[in-house]
């Protein structure tokens, strides 16, 4: 067997077939791991985490922890000598208290799901990535996904009121309360969303719910270029709006999605936002939002119904799929001020020129956060200098490296430039502290000396 | 001299004046501490700090960061051999920056000042603590303050986006980001944020501000009782709203501000409500608002313009003055789900029946956060098991000891019954990473092995 029989006899569900394993070991960011894990362990109870890690602990040996694997930053790779612990068994709703405005959700519990049980109480979980229809809600917690309407309603760390996580050292730890609100202790919470399975395994969390929105209005709008686009975005923060969802798209994305779809997005301008505002007043709100928009904007749809609308969310879910479609892609994630926007597509732009690399930018518009796709060719220039001068235009605005995939194996790098080293030491610190053996996803998120 | 001469001959602004120390020693929660400081030392520099915390660790000597010394848990209490680091001096609005919404402070700058000073763009800074008019920046994210309008915009830590603090061995730490997201490293900005002083000092801030909102609708509402009060919380809940405003007044608090004020809001019913809804579509927010109380309150009045509605939030902010003309108080701040705020009321009255003890109560009731305000009178009865009553029934139900105000030094011994062995072992930990000399406010927000 494989080393592991000491753990694996006491455990219920687990397989060492190395087509299994091979499976386990991978997430959506394309890179590969240097071998085959020593076993993945479903994990059917919070005792069979306890068990993993505590044996892990003990022996030295790695564990991963894996949700869906629909991440892009290669957090969830899985190589040589490894254990993936995979949570996506545990995915019960334990329970939902509308009107306390919560949920207890065990990690596996698919997002989507989530706000399909809460709608039925007139109530969402809010934030939305674009992989909700298949991301778990651990993997959710453990990057800090972010989603479309996070502009308004704030990002995962934002909905999570408590958490139940096993330590490094194998102990069950409960974080935060059930309350809205509460200042007992440090914030472990806050901490621990967005570790990346590096601090402690995630078994159990407790999440907000907020109304569903009275009513929701959306518009559409084209622009001569990008610039103009995103100086729109400056232009609706001026005029005091709060649109509940502001994305961008760049010419490549909407002629990716017209071949892939057979659409006319791409004729209609150089460069697109969709808006959103919901609540009381969304109408209203939305009026105000066209007005700003007619600025600058060379034509400009409001979706009368949720249907319409709909249709518009659709296009905008499509743009990585449709980019997907013409090869291997690498998922950017830098954010800058909304005011840089600017500066940032001219800057892609001058990469995609001076390179010859082919990027394709859409944006979370609002918060700043553009995903820059990469197109990885067969026969196309090497791409490393590209991807290396995204990260430093990211810097260079006074932003960040990544706005909600996570750090993972990919951006390591880059973490000290960002970090500085005494953030970086006392993160370091951090990490003994709830992983003294070294155990949980070794080499992801943060560096080692 | 002190025993200080090796660090004060080194900085321009100090005093060991017996009478300004004895005021230093103090903030406002009527703790006495065993003695007087060595010094206090009035930051003018972010180098003063990194000097007075280099040689309080080498020296072994504790420091209390303060503020304004508005906090009532005596978090900023400090006792024999302390120097006290008064950051108020370091008041400089650094930079608004409208377009990207956030602004750049230093640590002593006055809440409502920052609040005055973003809307002359048309912003707002959303933390609204009753404090405002003499509380810092720098308090109110050390003690994560909430206020009014929290329970639609979140509380401090929902505003701050980066620090820079000095840890407790002098090195100067910047966290965090001026981006709206981002999630390279772990959330050290989170983590300082409610840390009482004792894992860094705040010497700088990055804050986020919102748009003023476009309007604003008041009503105030009477109930029979207060349990019935209370729970129209939970109705307006199940009607999908999301006021940025509730609270909620016992019978006892209408009596005491009426008799500091002369006005008959006592007579009108037994419990009181006061709702705020803003943003687009407010007023029809609002009403939908009216409609939900009207089920079981008394008397619904709605306030036509700003100036009523300013009065009636100057009646609740008058709450806790009047109060305090009775005599010297004990002001409590436990938190339960909103859910529980029955059955809270119920058990306080229970406790004032039981004890003969006086409280007052007071409310964020949209957050479930419970002000009880105990009345420690001359001839009355002992207070201590009043107390001890209040912190059983918040954590009996669910909740939490402290909502907003800290533990500091007054909720430390039920630290445990909340957070866990396991839960406070890992805080002691990190307690370490941060100041391993153990000079940071030693003693206070954590208890020690
Ligand atoms: C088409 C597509 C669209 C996407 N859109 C978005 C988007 O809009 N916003 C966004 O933020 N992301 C997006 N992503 C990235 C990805 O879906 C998210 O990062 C998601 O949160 C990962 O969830 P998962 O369950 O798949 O986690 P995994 O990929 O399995 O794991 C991700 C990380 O979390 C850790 N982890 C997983 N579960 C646990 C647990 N229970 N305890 C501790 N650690 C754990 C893993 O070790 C790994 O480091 C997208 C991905 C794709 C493929
Ligand atoms: C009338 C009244 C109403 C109040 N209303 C509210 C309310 O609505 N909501 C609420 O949350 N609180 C309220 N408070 C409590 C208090 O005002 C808040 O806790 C406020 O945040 C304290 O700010 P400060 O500047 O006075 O801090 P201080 O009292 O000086 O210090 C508070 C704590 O923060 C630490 N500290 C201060 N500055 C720094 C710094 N720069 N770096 C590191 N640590 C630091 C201190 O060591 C101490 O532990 C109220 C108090 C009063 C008297």
Redesign the interface.
């Known amino acids: 067997m494989t080393g592991l029989d000491g753990l694996l006899a006491h455990l219920p569900s687990w397989s060492t077939e190395p087509e299994v394993l091979a499976r386990a070991a991978l997430d959506r960011s394309g890179a590969v791991p240097d071998g085959l894990p020593l076993a993945v362990v479903h994990a059917t109870s919070v005792d069979d985490v306890v068990r993993t890690v505590s044996y892990a602990a003990e022996h030295g040996v790695p564990v991963v922890p894996r949700g869906a694997g629909s991440g892009v930053s290669a957090g969830a790779l899985a190589g040589t000598g490894t254990i993936v612990l995979d949570l996506s068994r545990l995915d019960r709703i334990v329970e939902i208290?509308?009107?306390?405005?919560?949920a207890v959700v065990e990690p596996g519990v698919i997002t989507a799901d989530l706000d399909r049980a809460a709608a039925e109480h007139?109530l969402r979980y809010a934030p939305d990535p674009a992989s909700a229809a298949f991301s778990t809600i651990g993997g959710n917690i453990a990057?800090?996904a972010?989603g479309l309407r996070?502009?308004k309603y704030?990002?995962t760390?934002?909905s999570v009121l408590a958490l139940d996580v096993v330590?490094g050292d194998g102990?069950?730890?409960?974080?935060g309360?059930?309350?809205?609100?509460?200042?007992?202790?440090?914030?472990?919470t806050?901490?621990l969303?967005?570790?990346e399975g590096t601090?402690g395994v995630v078994v159990g969390a407790t999440v907000k719910l907020?109304?569903?929105p009275?009513s929701t209005a959306t518009a559409t709008a084209y622009f001569p270029d990008a610039r103009t686009a995103v100086e729109a975005v400056?232009g609706l923060?001026?005029a005091?709006?709060?649109p509940s969802t502001i994305e961008f798209l760049d010419h490549a994305t909407l002629v990716a999605i017209d071949d892939a779809q057979g659409g006319d997005l791409s004729t209609r301008g150089r460069a697109f936002l969709l808006v959103q505002?919901d609540?009381?007043?969304?109408e209203?709100?939305m009026a105000?939002v066209v007005e700003a928009l007619k600025a600058t904007a060379t034509l400009v749809e409001t979706s009368g119904d949720a249907a319409a609308a709909d249709r518009l969310l659709a296009t905008r879910r499509q743009a990585l799929p449709s980019i997907e479609r013409l090869g291997r892609v690498l998922i950017e994630d830098i954010?800058?001020?909304?005011?840089r926007l600017a500066d940032a597509v001219a800057a892609i732009e001058a990469i995609v020129r001076d390179t010859g690399v082919r990027i394709f930018t859409f944006a979370?518009a609002?918060?700043?956060?553009l995903h820059p796709i990469v197109l990885v060719e067969e026969d196309g220039p090497p791409v490393g200098d590209a991807v290396d001068a995204l990260f430093a235009l990211a810097l260079d605005l006074?932003?960040?490296?990544?706005?909600?995939?996570?750090?993972g194996l990919l951006?390591r790098d880059w973490?000290a430039a960002?970090?500085?080293e005494?953030?970086?030491d006392?993160?370091r610190?951090?990490k003994a502290?709830?992983d003294p053996a070294g155990v949980l996803n070794p080499g992801k998120?943060?560096t080692e000396r």
């Open positions: 208290r509308p009107d306390d405005g919560i007139g990057t800090n972010g996070c502009v704030g990002v760390r934002d330590t102990r069950l730890l409960r974080t309360r059930t309350t809205l609100k509460g200042v007992t202790g440090y914030d472990l806050s901490l969303v967005g570790s601090l907020l109304p569903l009275r400056t923060r001026r005091g709006l709060r505002t609540g009381y007043g969304a209203e709100e105000a954010v800058v001020p909304t005011t979370h609002g918060d700043g956060n006074g932003g960040t490296l990544t706005g909600e995939h996570g750090v951006k973490l960002e970090l500085g005494t953030g970086l006392l993160q610190r951090i502290v709830f998120a943060i």
